[in-house]
């Protein structure tokens, strides 16, 4: 893959990016969250078409593939989000598209023998015939791997695919690697798992921010080296001075628990604080969030504002204790896309708009006006519908319409994501400003630099566990990556 470029509304995912692969060799491809790997295989895949870029496949050039078409060409994927149908047996999900026929007719039979080799050849007994919904997670895993490898590929891209299994499956994992391998099969592994890349692979390459750094020789790298390379960055002029005056303790939680989620998650918030979460993608930063603000349940842990014990079952709960989240789903969650500017911003608090019995125009509109001033929402006017706005504009509706809440405790997940850096400064900007107000904030985010750049304290999380806290003037990325790959 040469040069390749690749572009969405107000993100450059990929710039002039490179990975060169070898047959019968295991190439680790790594990076944050959003460096880009996943990108560059959609593009490998034949998922995306690149904006710009070569790919050079067995010594010619292939341009504008479907994904049907990688597959015959013999390139095949292991997805992190595993895509299957729940209510199809394992033989007829491994086969699907491309059923073993007799006389006309789908020979079950048939498809469920040469399932049951498959799953052999990765060291897996299962009967074929089961529904994938009756599955494990790692098992429904291991099929997947199996299915890719019943394509005799010559490329093989694993994203991430030690997730869900446990160590036993990881090692039958490995030995089939090391047959493709011996094969002459080549495998591109993605994964965030250090010990196991420098374990398996022959090659690293190093994206970062969507662009190459570097491609190293396994045998002459460690994970220091890793780490560096994927961090190695200075934070830019787009994060303000930071002014805030941390107070009093305005929040605290005790012992939060989620089974099979996270598990003795405690912390506090002082007013004026910025305080921000990391952690790779399964963490659990997202999970913890969403139960404290009553979208899921929590099965053990107390929440306290000011020492007082309170209780949220459920979002409406958490808006009476003026807590506000911004949902790192922007579009699913946190807005209505076919509705007016206007209406998001009051849609989550009606009852201060009300005229009687119906929700009065006039005050409605006015506040809308006050929103867009304050904020700096670039659009015709306050009718405009959401889903013509940009990504930035989007966001700063979502941030409004929590203004309005009146929330004095702000948690902002992936508060950027999806937005161009200009759009970025200016949501920074307003963060420090609220915690400049005497908000007290929790900022979620993927992106090391945005929380170096905004926070005052970090904590982060591994696999549901709190790993380690740090204050500002002890930030270190290099710390941070190592306590969040559990190094």
């Given amino acids: 893959m040469v040069d390749i470029c690749k572009s969405f509304p107000g993100v450059k995912a990929l710039e002039n990016v490179n990975l060169k692969l070898k047959r019968g060799t295991v190439h680790a491809l790594m990076g944050e969250n959003g460096a880009g790997k996943s990108t560059l295989m959609k593009v490998l895949m034949g998922m995306y078409v690149p904006d710009s870029g070569r790919v050079v496949y067995d010594g010619r050039e292939i341009s ?10 013999g390139i095949t994927m292991v997805h992190q989000e595993l895509s299957y149908i729940p209510y199809m047996t394992v033989a007829e999900n491994m086969f699907l598209g491309r059923e073993i ?3 006309g007719m789908i020979d079950k039979n048939a498809m469920c023998e040469k399932a049951k080799e498959l799953l052999a050849r990765v060291g897996v007994s299962l009967d074929p015939r089961v529904l994938m919904k009756d599955l494990s997670v790692s098992e429904r895993q291991m099929v997947e791997i199996a299915k890719c490898v019943s394509y005799n590929a010559k490329i093989v891209i694993m994203d991430e695919p030690t997730s869900a299994i446990t160590d036993k499956e990881v090692e039958r994992l490995f030995a089939v690697l090391n047959d493709l391998k011996a094969k002459g099969v080549a495998i591109i592994y993605i994964s965030h798992k250090m010990d196991e890349v420098l374990k398996i692979s022959d090659e690293v390459t190093i994206l970062r921010d969507g662009t190459f750094i570097d491609t190293f020789s396994t045998e002459n790298i460690n994970i220091d080296q890793i780490i560096v390379a994927m961090v190695g960055r200075e934070l830019s002029q787009v994060y303000p001075e930071k002014r805030n005056k941390i107070g009093e303790q305005v929040f605290k939680v005790k012992g939060l628990k989620r ?22 993608m399964g963490a659990g930063r997202t999970e913890i969030m969403r139960a404290i603000y009553g979208i899921d349940k929590l099965d053990e842990g107390e929440l306290y504002i000011r020492d007082e014990k309170i209780t949220i079952r459920h979002p409406g709960d958490a808006i009476k204790n003026k807590i506000g989240l911004v949902n790192e789903d922007r579009k699913g969650v946190g807005l209505v896309l076919p509705m007016s ?16 019995i119906v929700v009065g125009n006039k005050k409605e509109a006015e506040l809308a006006d006050k929103m867009m001033e304050l904020l700096a929402i670039k659009a015709p006017s306050k009718e405009q519908l959401v889903q013509n706005l ?9 941030l409004g319409k929590l203004l309005l809440d009146e929330a004095e405790i702000l948690i902002m997940d992936e508060p950027t994501r999806g937005i161009d850096v200009g759009a970025k400064a200016e949501i920074y900007k307003l963060i420090c400003e609220l915690a400049e107000e005497g908000k007290a904030v929790i900022v979620v985010s993927s992106e090391m630099p945005e929380l170096l750049g905004l926070c005052d304290r970090i904590i982060v999380l591994h696999e549901g566990e709190m790993m380690g806290e740090v204050r500002r003037e002890d930030f270190n990325q290099e710390t941070l990556m190592k306590w969040a790959f559990a190094q």
């Fill in 390 to 398: 940009s990504g930035g504009n989007q966001q700063k509706v979502v």
């Fill in 64 to 73: 504008r593939y479907t994904q049907g078409q990688a597959i015959g060409m």
């Fill in 101 to 103: 026929l007799r006389n």
């Fill in 341 to 356: 500017i206007k209406k998001n911003l009051t849609l989550s608090n009606l009852n201060k708009y009300f005229d009687g």
């Fill in 259 to 280: 089974e099979g989620v996270f598990h003795d998650i405690s912390f506090s918030l002082r007013k004026g604080e910025i305080l921000g979460f990391a952690g790779l």
